[in-house]
């Protein structure tokens, strides 16, 4: 009887579903930088989604969105690789993530008093209460 080689153990569906929301970031990180670097192009009609987005862009310039966008795609690429292959870092950074989206969630609501952006807080919330690793996770 042949034994079958070590294989790691595949991650909970919860890890695997986290990983493909933060794939999911990184997409529609790419799909702005695009619409940004091409303006006036065939992605144009993305802005219809989030106008205060494209204005917010605006604003501080296309170098500056692109760079913001570039760093908020690896980390959201390194999250999912990360989740996805089980590694503690994936885990930590996915938290690091949404934790600084649901600060930046609440300051939209006060600064702009726009309470539907406080959709994202239980969503959020929930995301980082199942990431956060156990006690005996620790050991």
């Known amino acids: 009887m042949r034994q079958q080689p070590h294989s790691p153990p595949r991650p909970p569906i919860g890890m695997v579903l986290l990983a493909a929301f933060f794939a999911f970031g990184l997409t529609a990180c790419t799909v702005t930088i695009v619409a940004l670097v091409f303006s006036g192009g065939v992605l144009d009609g993305v802005w219809k989604l989030n106008p205060e987005a494209h204005a917010g862009f605006q604003r501080i310039g296309t170098l500056w969105s692109v760079l913001l966008m570039l760093v908020v795609g690896m980390a959201c690429a390194a999250a999912s690789y ?35 952006t406080l959709i994202g807080l239980p969503i959020g919330g929930a995301m980082v209460v199942y990431l956060w690793p156990r006690r005996e996770e620790e050991r």
């Open 82 to 116: 990360g989740l996805a292959k089980g590694r503690w870092w994936g885990r930590r950074l996915a938290i690091g993530i949404l934790i600084v989206n649901l600060i930046g969630d609440c300051a939209n609501a006060t600064v702009r008093r726009d309470p539907r």
